[in-house]
């Protein structure tokens, strides 16, 4: 569970909402609006401000609009967006090309004489397993020692010059970016720039938790002095990352016979992350690095020939694992990806507008909007549902139609839909991307009614004081309706 920096990491679990989703009523189209409203219009939600778009697929006309042109924070619905445009610019078989390049010559005993490069081109997965355990540097490591290489005689060298600006959103919030969430972007990453630390309680009060780490690599150290507490007492562990800074500080207690609890934190700097790792992979091998290691953005040297690849899985498996499990270091480099495709620069600023070409082009007029990023991170990011919905229909008429439905969440079956409306008549009948930000939900995609209708749909609420449960029960609630449209 992911907390903002210093705030305890458990917290009391939050009663259950009194909104009974599976007795929603089925209305017909003249009675949507009566069903919508008496969920949206409860007393916990009256401080807030709602927008909700539903429009028919089939015949083009909106079913329902409340605030439907009014900007709000959409949070992760962002990434419809992104994914979309990537899926526009790229298609859904693109792939990333990672290799590992050298100028230098390598001699009959295994001397590789010269720097050893590692360049990145955008592939957001290099520390994904493959089926048998492997990651990307397993294999490159494996395909150097089958080269005959045993040793580098020089430095190696992490290149991340395909993607240019900011590693960052411009309007994050400090407190977001100690987190795996808020984690820097470059062109050449490992573990979406992450670390996971993990907490379990050693094996009596008083004695100090047991910490792991992984990958366990010195670009990073953990200091801990997190003692374990009695049974039933709480936990009150405390986690501090100082920006600028590789070292995690853990304090406080973690309770005898709780759970695990892994912590997933950003570290700054991708490339050179990436390059250590990298070379502590080649010494685990066997192939011993005389020089250090180090990251360059600038032209790659003349003379480099491939020593080892690895193209990235299709475009259309990324946006799965982009938007299903909302992670926004993919969306974050896939605006950068579509920056570079349609403007020739890998930067924020070259996605973005690409994007809004993108979404003029489909149709979407966004001249009141506000886009700041790729991934519904920055506060500073405002969509109207009707902009959204707008969207939504627009890919689903796209030559790309299915690879973009096949990315979203399905209403009880997996992503960060997995455990919502399971159960009910909505389950499975709702493929929705989700956005949760502090005192905002959002939920935009699609339904298919019990009677094999099609809809369209954005709702999002903003500055509620209700537990983020408590509105997406509202959320769901509202889609159950939606499901019994006729």
Same mark, same amino acid.
């Given at each position: ?14 009663? #259950? ?85 050298? #100028? ?30 492997? +990651? $990307? ?10 080269? /005959? ?81 009695? $049974?039933? *007492? ?52 066997? &192939? ?13 040297? %003349? /003379? %480099? ?12 498996? &990324? ?21 570079? *495709? ?7 600023? #070259? ?30 990011? %405002? ?18 139609? *299915? ?9 009880? !079956? ?34 298919? +009614? %019990? ?21 997406? $029960?509202?959320?769901?609630? &509202?889609?159950? !309706? ?5």
């Amino acid at each position: 569970m992911l907390c903002p920096r210093g705030l305890p990491l458990s917290v009391l679990a939050l009663a #259950a909402p009194a909104v009974v989703l599976a007795r929603e009523p089925r209305p017909a189209a003249s009675t949507l609006a009566v069903a919508i409203d008496r969920i949206i219009e409860r007393p916990a939600f009256a401080p807030a401000f709602w927008g909700i778009e539903v429009r028919d697929l089939r015949s083009g006309r909106v079913l329902y609009a409340r605030n439907a042109s009014k900007n709000l924070t959409p949070a992760s619905t962002m990434k419809l967006v992104t994914t979309a445009a990537a899926l526009d610019a790229l298609g859904p078989e693109a792939r990333f090309r990672t290799t590992v390049e050298s #100028a230098g010559l390598l001699d009959p005993s295994g001397r590789l004489s010269g720097d050893l490069y590692l360049v990145g081109r955008g592939d957001p997965g290099l520390a994904e397993r493959a089926a048998e355990g492997r +990651t $990307a540097f397993d294999v490159f490591a494996d395909a150097l020692w089958a080269a /005959g290489v045993r040793s580098v005689e020089g430095r190696v060298v992490g290149h991340e010059g395909l993607f240019k600006g900011d590693r960052r959103g411009a309007s994050w919030q400090w407190d977001d970016l100690v987190w795996c969430y808020g984690a820097e972007v470059a062109a050449l990453s490992w573990n979406t720039s992450c670390a996971n630390v993990t907490v379990s309680p050693g094996p009596r009060p008083g004695e100090p938790a047991l910490v792991t780490r992984d990958p366990a690599s010195s670009y990073y150290e953990v200091v801990s002095t997190v003692v374990t507490a009695a $049974a039933g *007492q709480k936990s009150d562990l405390t986690l501090v990352r100082d920006l600028g800074s590789s070292v995690i500080h853990l304090s406080g207690s973690y309770t005898l016979g709780a759970e695990a609890d892994v912590l997933e934190v950003a570290l700054e700097d991708p490339a050179r992350y990436a390059v250590t790792v990298f070379a502590e992979r080649l010494a685990s091998r066997g &192939i011993h690095v005389s020089g250090a290691v180090a990251t360059s953005s600038e032209a790659l040297p %003349l /003379g %480099l020939r491939v020593l080892a690849s690895r193209d990235s899985e299709p475009l259309s498996e &990324i946006l799965k694992k982009t938007n299903k499990a909302s992670n926004n270091f993919k969306a974050e480099s896939l605006l950068r990806l579509v920056g570079l *495709q349609a403007k020739g620069e890998g930067s924020t600023s #070259a996605g973005l507008e690409a994007v809004g070409d993108f979404l003029k082009q489909s149709g979407v007029d966004i001249g009141s909007a506000a886009i700041g990023d790729g991934s519904g991170m920055a506060p500073t990011d %405002l969509l109207a549902p009707h902009q959204i919905v707008d969207l939504l229909v627009a890919m689903d008429a796209h030559r790309h139609a *299915q690879a973009f439905r096949d990315s979203l969440p399905v209403a009880g !079956v997996d992503g960060t839909l997995e455990h919502r409306m399971r159960g009910t008549r909505a389950e499975r009948r709702v493929v929705a991307k989700t956005g949760t930000r502090r005192h905002a939900n959002a939920l935009a995609g699609y339904v298919t +009614t %019990l009677s094999g209708g099609r809809l369209a749909f954005s709702m999002a609420v903003g500055n509620h004081t209700v537990p983020s449960r408590e509105a997406t $029960a509202a959320i769901d609630a &509202i889609c159950n !309706v939606l499901v019994g449209v006729r």
